[in-house]
């Protein structure tokens, strides 16, 4: 079958797609884009997760054709999709606002989708990266160590912070409870999420909840 | 040199700037941006033109003799390109294994574990890869598992690997044993006698799964030599490289192995997985063949860490003082060898843990199984060890009727100290002061749910659930304390190869580090960027990718890489330096006389005295100069235990680690919080102080994870796991994590590079026995096996 959806920002066709394949699956295998991981497959780790419609969501679980005429967000989008929710006042994708939160169903329309568009950096070294609040804040505290459970909780650490701008360590740790990690005793990370969450409340002081 | 040092000097000088980004700071990951931005490669992502998939068929069953095998349907699947069994192997070399070469790259004859590979499939999809290999028609006849030591030893037990001829079989008691070292000092029985409390235990550690996220991949491209090009993730290039090439029947320089994105490792990737087999299909189909396991096929794909039963017996006098100690460590590892020698060398000589024993009988073996192979897992050996030690200390400790730290610090070793096989502890030991420190933190508050801040429920045992409101919670306080070696032991050659380059690019001066070491998440890539620009006063410093091209690095793993690839970044720095200020003394030589009577350094891009003064910039000295050096480095020799007496200065070095657990139980449903859990370590240098925390509080939270969630369940019947998944095999979560404080001591060790001590493993180890501590300490609980259940708590299951 073939599937058309957004992703970052961009308007992507993927053809001869097997029933059955996942998201996950067709955005690393056929689209080039393996930033979310592929850690478990089966819903349990969120190294895949992605926002689909601006709900966070593990794209292991979703069916490929699930995300027809929708919108996908991964982490090689997250920088640009925050700048742009900088600028508009909290919202990249029409997904932050009354809809937010209602799984699946959330309504943003292509157009509002392709405000944005997730830029190309040197793949080699990083160059050239305009990092997102907490990516940048993940870098800083040391909360990347083999990394591959940091692009989801990139994505999901992003999101929390949208809806929780000053989130308490409780609400940090309830919030992320959907992601492994092996290497870091998850200590760096809540380092990094408090760090991005300040940062944010500095730039913004206007900002509230 | 102070009185030969040139100064007043009026040409040419300045004063030098140290260089940014060097040892003992805190510099960020080279790798970083690309992690946080998805862009950075692992192994699974890698991707060619034109690519098959490869997938694995395994055995259902643990034990069995393979009747036949029909792979005709799977064959004439549209889309297969190829179905390879045993009988396809190239060549007469059809094991591999890292010492023991016992594992068929696909069986023959016989399966002996639950998830053994039987055939292996390559097709355009891995959908259809994996309905093919479905298709496989396997006659199996089953035959008795052997599950434990009885089963293993019963005169009449089948051997799971008939007529062994590896060097371990002319001293084991039975061929199901795969290696046994026993450590003899003193009189353990007469040192009995001296003792006013004696306290047995029998103690059981369940079996451990790494749980790397990034699953186990990698791509084979064939190439036009006949040979191919490995990417793949491991912690051992070298290692693998030399299992590799035998069983394609190719020399090692046609085996040419680039290490890709490594998504941790933890030991269970020292082993090979589906190396040889992405290979194989490679070179069958003359197509690239990417593998990638699923979860499921990860928990049969790697080696796990040995389950082991521990039985001790300590005694102490009246006022404490330890008398002796008595052991016997049985390790199951499972159906191939893989590291179960080596780990059974360090069960055994690190069994007394950081104590004064004078007075030692032990014995450590590993069986041969029918349970899933176990191998290398952080902490190797000493892991299980500590476990029981330190439940022995607190019950011994109880007995005496002394506090349960000051009866540690009583009979903690210290510098000089001998272990039970006889080599002197010639470092700083602080067993005594790491828990000191730990005691000294401040303790967490009590009841927090019933905080100034409201109630909250999330704090509770039970969490979420909302199970109790603190009616019957307990609050326990543990500690333990443990030794690790680090390095490879027992004589073997654990030596690493670094090439550094020095070469003006863009009109700055900048270094390449080349080594095979593989970079797992641990950092190693940094501190070698780090020890560049130490040595060579550079800010610019490239790590050239990791791959077989340049010699050995040995692996990542024993808590060894920075210490020994470290060491050979260091020397080899050393020796370029050395070369750049030659060119520097034949090119500027004549301008200034320090260059003949100065000690002189790189900093900060220039060269200069020990005084500070800059006698030239880097940038000229090196302008149409290449510098390039490889050099090997080597650590002190160890040799091996002596198989009779375990005597033998076996160990490069050792680290040390003091935990206190808190934890919260809610003793009507068997819940356990673990609230903090405080680690005390001695680093020697923390070359990178921010890592150096990160990687002990990883240690820290593995060491919880055994204690009252992780372990990969076998069922003793038949030898089939009954939880190959991440729903069913526990991970502790973020939600499950308490606070880590680390204090970090830095006693630096004389004989190692910047006086660093390998930290990654140590934590791991005491961590699991303060949980358990705790516990007991809440409950009142004997508690003696791993991981603790609710049942266990509640008296409502079997222990
Ligand atoms: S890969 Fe999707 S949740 Fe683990
Ligand atoms: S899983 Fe390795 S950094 Fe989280």
């Known amino acids: 079958m073939r599937v058309n959806f957004t992703v970052n920002g961009r308007q992507q066709e993927a053809d001869d797609v097997w029933e059955g394949e996942s998201l996950l699956y067709v955005l690393r295998e056929r689209m080039g884009l393996p930033g979310s991981k592929n850690a478990c497959e089966q819903g349990e780790c969120g190294s895949c997760t992605v926002r689909l419609d601006g709900v966070p969501v593990c794209s292991c679980l979703v069916a490929a054709g699930q995300v027809e005429g929708r919108d996908v967000v991964t982490v090689e989008g997250l920088a640009e999709f925050a700048r742009q929710r900088a600028q508009h006042g909290g919202c990249a994708s029409g997904a932050c606002g009354d809809d937010a939160g209602k799984a699946g169903r959330a309504g943003t329309s292509l157009q509002d989708a392709q405000q944005w568009q997730s830029r190309p950096s040197d793949s080699q070294t990083g160059e050239g990266d305009e990092l997102s609040p907490i990516q940048q804040a993940f870098i800083d505290a040391g909360a990347v160590q083999c990394g591959f459970c940091t692009p989801g909780l990139l994505v999901a650490a992003d999101e929390m912070l949208e809806r929780n701008p000053d989130p308490s360590d409780a609400d940090i740790r309830e919030g992320l409870s959907g992601n492994l990690c092996r290497c870091t005793g998850y200590e760096k990370i809540m380092d990094a999420v408090r760090l991005a969450a300040a940062r944010q409340s500095a730039t913004v002081p206007s900002q509230g909840a | 040199m102070a009185d030969t040092r040139t100064t007043g000097i009026p040409f040419n000088v300045t004063q030098g700037s140290k260089t940014k980004g060097g040892i003992g700071e805190s510099t960020l990951r080279p790798d970083g941006t690309l992690k946080v931005t998805g862009e950075f490669a692992y192994s699974s992502d890698m991707w060619h033109e034109d690519m098959l998939w490869g997938q694995i068929l395994r055995s ?18 549209p889309g297969v390109y190829a179905v390879l069994t045993y009988d396809d192997l190239p060549t007469d070399v059809k094991n591999y294994g890292l010492e023991i070469q016992d594992t068929p790259v696909l069986a023959h004859g016989k399966v002996r574990h639950h998830g053994e590979p039987v055939a292996i499939v390559a097709a355009d999809h891995p959908e259809t890869a994996r309905r093919a290999a479905a298709k496989i028609k396997v006659e199996y006849r089953e035959l008795p598992v052997i599950t434990d030591e009885a089963s293993a030893t019963a005169p009449d037990a089948i051997l799971v690997h008939e007529g062994r001829d590896d060097h371990h079989i002319g001293h084991v ?5 795969v290696h046994r070292q026993p450590i003899v000092r003193g009189n353990a029985e007469e040192a009995a006698k001296k003792a006013d409390f004696v306290v047995k235990g029998e103690y059981y550690f369940g079996m451990q799964d790494q749980a790397f996220l990034g699953p186990e991949s990698g791509l084979a491209v064939p190439s036009e030599d006949g040979g191919v090009d490995l990417y793949v993730a491991t912690q051992w290039l070298h290692s693998d490289l030399k299992q590799i090439a035998p069983v394609l029947g190719l020399p090692e320089d046609k085996v040419r192995m680039t290490l890709s994105g490594v ?26 063949v990417k593998i990638v396991y699923n979860r499921f096929e990860s928990f049969f794909g790697h080696v796990h860490r040995h389950p082991a039963r521990l039985y001790y017996e300590h005694g102490a006098t009246k006022d404490g003082k330890l008398t002796h100690m008595k052991c016997k460590i049985v390790l199951d590892g499972g159906a191939y060898a893989s590291a179960s020698p080596a780990v059974v060398g360090n069960a055994s000589s690190l069994s007394v843990g950081p104590y004064v024993i004078d007075d030692v009988d032990i014995e450590a073996i590993a069986l041969y199984s029918n349970n899933p192979p176990c191998g290398a897992m952080r902490g190797f050996g000493a892991v299980q060890a500590c476990f029981a030690y330190e439940a022995q200390m607190d019950k011994l400790a109880d007995k005496v009727g002394m506090d349960r730290v000051a009866f540690r610090q009583l009979n903690a070793m210290e510098q000089g100290t001998l272990l039970p096989t006889g080599q002197p502890v010639d470092s700083p030991a602080p067993v005594a002061e790491l828990l000191r420190r730990v005691q000294a933190m401040p303790l967490p508050m009590e009841r927090q749910w019933e905080s100034s801040e409201g109630s909250d429920v999330r704090q509770l045992p039970g969490g979420l659930s909302n199970t109790t409101h603190g009616e019957g919670v307990v609050r326990g306080v543990g500690y333990a304390v443990g030794i690790k070696n680090v390095g490879f032991s027992e004589g073997f050659d654990d030596y690493s190869t670094a090439k550094v380059r020095m070469e003006v690019i863009n009109g700055e001066a900048v270094a390449t580090v080349h080594t095979a070491m593989a970079e797992v998440g641990q950092g190693g890539i940094t501190v070698h960027a780090q020890i560049a620009r130490t040595e060579l006063g550079v800010g610019q410093v490239t790590i050239h990718p990791a791959d077989t091209q340049v010699g050995s690095a040995g692996s990542t793993s024993a808590s060894r890489q920075t210490y020994v690839t470290g060491g050979a970044v260091k020397n080899a720095c050393e020796l370029v330096r050395e070369k750049v200020l030659e060119i520097g003394r034949r090119k500027k030589g004549t301008y200034h006389p320090a260059w003949a009577t100065a000690e002189l350094l790189l900093e900060g891009g220039k060269v200069v005295t020990d005084g500070g003064e800059v006698l030239a910039d880097l940038v000229d000295v090196l302008e149409g100069e290449v510098v390039e050096l490889e050099e090997e480095w080597r650590h002190r020799p160890t040799v091996p235990f002596d198989l009779v007496t375990g005597q033998g200065n076996g160990h490069v070095q050792y680290s040390f680690a003091a935990h206190r657990a808190v934890v919260e139980v809610d003793t009507e449903l068997g819940l356990v919080k673990v609230i903090e859990l405080a680690c005390a370590q001695d680093v020697g240098k923390a070359l990178n102080p921010l890592s150096v925390v990160g990687q002990i509080q990883g240690g820290t939270l593995q060491g919880m994870g055994i204690a009252v969630m992780e372990e990969i369940v076998v069922d003793p019947k038949t030898a089939k796991v009954r939880n190959p998944s991440f729903t069913d095999y526990l991970l502790p979560t973020i939600l499950d994590t308490p606070t880590i404080p680390v204090d970090v001591l830095e006693l630096a060790d004389d004989h190692a590079p910047y006086g660093l001590r390998g930290i990654g493993e140590a934590p791991t180890l005491s961590s699991t026995p303060a949980v358990l501590a705790a516990i007991r300490n809440a409950t009142g609980l004997e508690l003696d096996r791993t991981p603790v259940r609710p049942e266990h708590l509640t008296g409502t299951g079997p222990a």
């Open chain 2, 263 to 288: 998504g941790g490792a933890f030991g269970g990737r020292e082993d090979l997985s589906m190396q040889i087999h992405a290979c194989l299909l490679a070179l069958r189909t003359g197509k690239p």
């Open chain 2, 60 to 77: 259902p069953v643990a034990h069995a003799e393979i009747l036949s095998i029909d792979t005709g349907e799977a064959l004439a699947t």
């Open chain 2, 173 to 177: 008691p039975h061929p199901n044993i």
